[in-house]
């Protein structure tokens, strides 16, 4: 039996329709092409720029489905901000007060939803002054709008700060939107602090002065069924150090830190991280809820300090995770709603999602030093892509956003730090991607591989040559082991049946209350003899418990000691005779209960409504077809037992239920017949059993 199930076993694991469909996945890995790859990513030209902080960007300034190049630089008096035709055709041109910081830096929105964009950006003059400055994009050049936002400190009579637009979102609760960004500052210590420019009021709003160096923003507006449905503002805090004197949440921290309407903190600050350590905040889904995640990175080591913390809207540590093993160069951010990090070295890169009980699984892997640059719908599917570049600064790649796409180009050269990432146009098929850096520029175009249909053909095809081998046998194993599975259930339950059945309560403490009884007369012997008996039938009844099938020796032995008992109990009443073919296979398997079950109904049903006691007659022989078991009572018959029980008992619907199970799994099977002899009118009373077992 057991080299038969462990085939069996073996063979329906192979025919199983997981395992067929890895054979056909790991073949049509090796056999299928590259060019079946799902989409392309080609370089259509680059070209050099003289001006290393000249920047452009495409953006549809007058909403007709045509994206403008805007190209912003500095000239010798002012920032300057031109609109150029997709074939480089004058448009219009529009100044700033002051220049440019390092780069321009922008966001467009169209608020008046009149069609024409508007865009918002930074600028300040020679000295130290910061402005902030809207410009609707049209040849309407009156219609601009500038704000002062404050100075900026210097050290050694120069500036060291970072100015970075963030958006625009409605920080004053006024339901317009404001203009959002942040300025860091290096050893010049001030200005360090997220702006909002409330473009209602006209006025400049900041978030508490403390020495806190926001490095970039994450906005998002909060969930419908939140209690406050207010914006929140998630910064990404780096630990500097470079605070010498007391002040409110020095640099020589890291913390996790939200931002509210008028960009006041959500909680106070929460310390996650010491010096040369920086902490991202993000939104985080945990348990159901809109929470915090803080993820902090220890920059002090290479590895093994990342920690992971899960922040409720009080400020309270909910769950958190410390020293992973991840590499220092792990980046957070979200994609497409949920929380990712990835890092890399010099030979591969990894994204992992964080699960909402932050375990952390590994997503994607690929070759190359990659980080990314830019998220961005790049193919209008509503899901964003990841834009990456390689640490070397020769390839471009995009990640698609069902991790099933990477697709990578080479550059001709080396690329320096990316400006700006825009889409120039987009069709059906092609996206044409322009990625602005500090003295190039590249067009990209990204589409999907026309060959990649053709890829389904050929993967139909492989499957129909599999299924013309493995269909026919997967159906066949498969309902082989639903019905296996089925039986093996209806087994485990006709167990546990069969265990109580022949553990009957009634003959169990009848026989314990036997034996008793013979202790007080005084026979403790003849007692004992009958206690061990009934106690090593306890013992086996129990140790085959979870056996459905037994051998007719072991049958035969359980029936004799049954009676042994019982004619003990009956205290003379009832006699047995067995008689059995020596030449009988008593090593034949047989089902569990298949003599017990009728001598014990003979008994109970048969030989106990009799005042006089009774006897049974078992012999067990051979036949023509196999053996011929006969169960013969002389007791009151079925009949009249259901006339005085009003019942019938469970112990013949389990064993017509174990024939059907062990007919199907044997070669040979067993049936019975049951007579009554007291339908004969002869006189004779009893009940008459014929098992056949038919080999």
């Given at each position: 039996?057991?080299?038969?199930?462990?085939?069996?076993?073996?063979?329906?694991?192979?025919?199983?329709?997981?395992?067929?469909?890895?054979?056909?996945?790991?073949?049509?890995?090796?056999?299928?092409?590259?060019?079946?790859?799902?989409?392309?990513?080609?370089?259509?030209?680059?070209?050099?720029?003289?001006?290393?902080?000249?920047?452009?960007?495409?953006?549809?300034?007058?909403?007709?489905?045509?994206?403008?190049?805007?190209?912003?630089?500095?000239?010798?008096?002012?920032?300057?901000?031109?609109?150029?035709?997709?074939?480089?055709?004058?448009?219009?041109?529009?100044?700033?007060?002051?220049?440019?910081?390092?780069?321009?830096?922008?966001?467009?929105?169209?608020?008046?939803?009149?069609?024409?964009?508007?865009?918002?950006?930074?600028?300040?003059?020679?000295?130290?002054?910061?402005?902030?400055?809207?410009?609707?994009?049209?040849?309407?050049?009156?219609?601009?709008?500038?704000?002062?936002?404050?100075?900026?400190?210097?050290?050694?009579?120069?500036?060291?700060?970072?100015?970075?637009?963030?958006?625009?979102?409605?920080?004053?609760?006024?339901?317009?939107?404001?203009?959002?960004?942040?300025?860091?500052?290096?050893?010049?210590?001030?200005?360090?602090?997220?702006?909002?420019?409330?473009?209602?009021?006209?006025?400049?709003?900041?978030?508490?002065?403390?020495?806190?160096?926001?490095?970039?923003?994450?906005m998002e507006n909060s969930k419908e069924n939140s209690m406050d449905h207010s914006i929140r503002i998630f910064p990404h805090v780096t630990a500097t150090d470079n605070y010498s004197f007391p002040i409110n949440y020095s640099d020589t921290a890291s913390y996790a830190l939200v931002f509210t309407q008028n960009l006041q903190y959500l909680f106070e600050p929460l310390y996650t991280g010491g010096a040369q350590s920086n902490t991202v905040t993000l939104p985080y889904q945990y348990e159901g809820e809109d929470h915090i995640l803080a993820v902090t990175n220890d920059k002090r080591k290479s590895k093994g300090k990342i920690s992971l913390r899960v922040i409720d809207q009080m400020g309270n540590i909910l769950a958190s995770k410390n020293s992973i093993d991840l590499l220092k160069t792990l980046v957070p951010f979200i994609w497409n709603g949920e929380v990712y990090l990835q890092q890399r070295n010099d030979l591969e890169f990894s994204i992992f999602k964080v699960g909402p009980g932050l375990q952390i699984d590994k997503i994607f892997s690929g070759e190359g030093s990659f980080f990314i640059r830019k998220i961005l719908d790049f193919d209008a599917d509503g899901e964003d892509e990841l834009l990456m570049t390689d640490g070397s600064g020769q390839a471009f790649a995009i990640l698609k956003d069902d991790l099933e796409s990477f697709t990578r180009v080479d550059l001709p050269e080396k690329i320096s730090q990316v400006s700006s990432v825009s889409i120039k146009s987009m069709d059906q098929n092609h996206t044409e991607i322009f990625v602005q850096t500090q003295g190039n520029y590249y067009l990209l175009d990204f589409y999907a591989n026309s060959f990649y249909p053709f890829r389904w053909t050929y993967y139909i095809l492989l499957y129909l040559m599999y299924a013309?081998?493995?269909?026919?046998?997967?159906?066949?194993?498969?309902?082989?082991?639903?019905?296996?599975?089925?039986?093996?259930?209806?087994?485990?339950?006709?167990?546990?049946?069969?265990?109580?059945?022949?553990?009957?309560?009634?003959?169990?403490?009848n026989a314990i209350n036997s034996i008793g009884l013979a202790m007080m007369e005084g026979k403790s012997m003849e007692a004992y003899e009958y206690f061990v008996s009934l106690s090593d039938l306890i013992r086996k009844t129990m140790k085959n418990a979870f056996e459905p099938y037994k051998i007719l020796a072991e049958e035969i032995e359980f029936v004799k000691q049954y009676l042994h008992i019982e004619s003990y109990r009956f205290n003379g009443k009832l006699s047995w005779n067995f008689q059995q073919d020596p030449t009988v296979n008593v090593e034949l398997i047989v089902p569990k209960m298949l003599i017990h079950i009728f001598v014990e109904n003979a008994i109970k049903h048969g030989i106990f409504h009799n005042p006089e006691g009774g006897k049974i007659d078992i012999s067990i022989n051979k036949s023509s077809i196999g053996l011929l078991i006969m169960v013969t009572d002389d007791g009151v018959g079925m009949s009249k037992a259901f006339e005085i029980e009003k019942h019938r008992g469970d112990g013949l619907r389990i064993l017509d239920n174990y024939l059907v199970l062990f007919n199907r799994q044997h070669k040979h099977s067993v049936s019975y017949n049951i007579i009554d002899c007291t339908n004969l009118k002869t006189g004779q009373t009893g009940t008459h059993v014929l098992i056949t077992i038919k080999i």
């Open positions: 039996m057991t080299k038969r199930f462990t085939s069996t076993g073996v063979f329906m694991f192979i025919s199983h329709p997981l395992a067929l469909s890895l054979f056909a996945l790991l073949l049509t890995v090796f056999i299928v092409p590259k060019k079946f790859s799902k989409h392309h990513l080609d370089l259509i030209r680059s070209d050099y720029e003289a001006d290393i902080y000249r920047n452009s960007f495409y953006c549809d300034i007058d909403g007709d489905g045509i994206n403008e190049r805007i190209l912003m630089r500095n000239l010798n008096t002012n920032a300057n901000i031109v609109a150029l035709t997709q074939n480089g055709s004058y448009v219009a041109t529009w100044n700033l007060p002051g220049f440019w910081y390092t780069e321009p830096d922008y966001c467009f929105a169209d608020l008046d939803k009149d069609g024409i964009e508007e865009i918002f950006c930074i600028s300040h003059n020679p000295g130290d002054s910061v402005y902030v400055t809207q410009i609707e994009l049209s040849d309407e050049a009156d219609y601009k709008k500038s704000r002062y936002v404050c100075r900026l400190t210097k050290i050694n009579n120069a500036l060291d700060h970072i100015i970075k637009a963030d958006g625009l979102v409605d920080v004053t609760g006024d339901s317009v939107p404001d203009f959002l960004f942040h300025i860091s500052a290096g050893y010049s210590l001030q200005p360090r602090a997220c702006y909002a420019w409330d473009l209602e009021n006209d006025t400049v709003i900041s978030n508490p002065f403390a020495g806190i160096n926001i490095q970039g923003i994450h013309l081998v493995f269909v026919g046998l997967q159906k066949l194993f498969v309902l082989k082991g639903k019905k296996k599975k089925e039986i093996e259930d209806k087994i485990v339950n006709l167990q546990l049946q069969s265990v109580m059945n022949q553990l009957n309560p009634h003959f169990t403490f």
